[in-house]
T-cell receptor, first 112, second 111 residues
């Protein structure tokens, strides 16, 4: 298993600003995953973050809007840039040791 | 990855077995069936997965039909804390396989 800590757990932000979400894992993992869950919707994969290389983004998500850092094998950050109310969602970090996914508790973001 | 279809919702009485169905008629031979659940305002939680044999752990049982086109997640004695959205996902096991969430089935356990 894996224990994931996400910070912050929630935030209310002004439109046009940026928020950086941190994800810390209790063990070293090759890949870390970032998901978005819009209100009332299911989870959508934003990007996959590998240590030592650029993140791989899914269709509809771009690096300028969601820059990701992966400085080591236990930590990653996702930044939501130039926020608008449409970015109000839960953002979740995930890892998959041995092909089973474990998730953080998520960051509930409200943009006003 | 193959797609899955689940009913949007179901309910069951506390203490009774909850049987959650999932159809995955286009599943490939090397794709596993995974179940996760998401309790309100929490991150998804892994429940169980299997390839073709039935599986059981401390949380649930997974019954996969012989043709692998459908499966059932069984919570043997549902409690109020089992009220959640349950996601059935099929995927290849391995680092390069994406985990794609559908809408899931909302299970409501009533007292």
């Amino acid at each position: 298993s894996a224990v994931i800590s996400q910070k912050p757990s929630r935030d209310i932000c002004q439109r046009g600003t940026s928020l950086t979400i941190q994800c810390q894992v209790d063990s070293q993992v090759t890949m870390m995953f970032w998901y978005r869950q819009q209100p009332g919707q299911s989870l959508t994969l934003i990007a996959t973050a590998n240590q030592g290389s650029e993140a791989t983004y899914e269709s509809g998500f771009v690096i300028d809007k969601f820059p990701i850092s992966r400085p080591n094998l236990t930590f990653s950050t996702l930044t939501v840039s130039n926020m608008s109310p449409e970015d109000s969602s839960i953002y979740l970090c995930s890892v998959e040791p041995l092909s089973v996914a474990f998730f953080g508790q998520g960051t509930r973001l409200t943009v006003v | 990855d193959a797609k899955t279809t689940q009913p949007p919702s179901m309910d069951c009485a506390e203490g009774r077995a909850a049987n959650l169905p999932c159809n995955h008629s286009t599943i490939s031979g090397n794709e596993y069936v995974y179940w996760y659940r998401q309790i309100h305002s929490q991150g998804p939680q892994y429940i169980i997965h299997g390839l073709k044999n039935n599986e059981t752990n401390e949380m649930a049982s997974l019954i996969i039909t012989e043709d692998r086109k459908s499966s059932t997640l069984i919570l043997p004695h549902a409690t109020l804390r089992d009220t959640a959205v349950y996601y059935c996902i099929v995927r290849i096991s391995g680092a390069n396989s994406k985990l794609t969430f559908g809408k899931g089935i909302t299970l409501s356990v009533r007292p």
